[in-house]
């Protein structure tokens, strides 16, 4: 179930949902194996992964993605975020 997500975090929203995506290719995985792998709907992966919308969605959702895809959930943010260098040039 996807939550409202604040205009401040919208952008935060955006750039994981865009790491998940990236991952997922790299991984091989379709959308449906991912949901399957990570015991959610592929509706909602979708939604995640929808370039310029904010979906937002629970830190256990976010584990079972991060498990899914075989990485830490803390590389995973940090995959997501864009250094200072790029954002302020």
Do not use: C, W, Y
């Not at 976010?62 to 975020?81: C, G, R, T, W, Y």
């Amino acid at each position: 179930m996807s939550k409202v997500v604040s205009f401040k975090n919208q952008d935060r929203f955006i750039q994981l949902g865009i790491a998940i995506a990236s991952l997922r290719k790299l991984r091989g995985l379709s959308q449906e194996k991912l949901a399957e792998k990570a015991h959610i709907s592929r509706s909602l992966v979708s939604s995640i992964e929808a370039p310029g919308l904010a979906t937002g969605f629970s830190l256990e959702v976010f584990f079972d993605i991060a498990d899914a895809l075989n990485i830490e959930p803390a590389k995973l943010i940090n995959a997501s975020v864009f250094p200072d260098s790029i954002i302020n040039n």
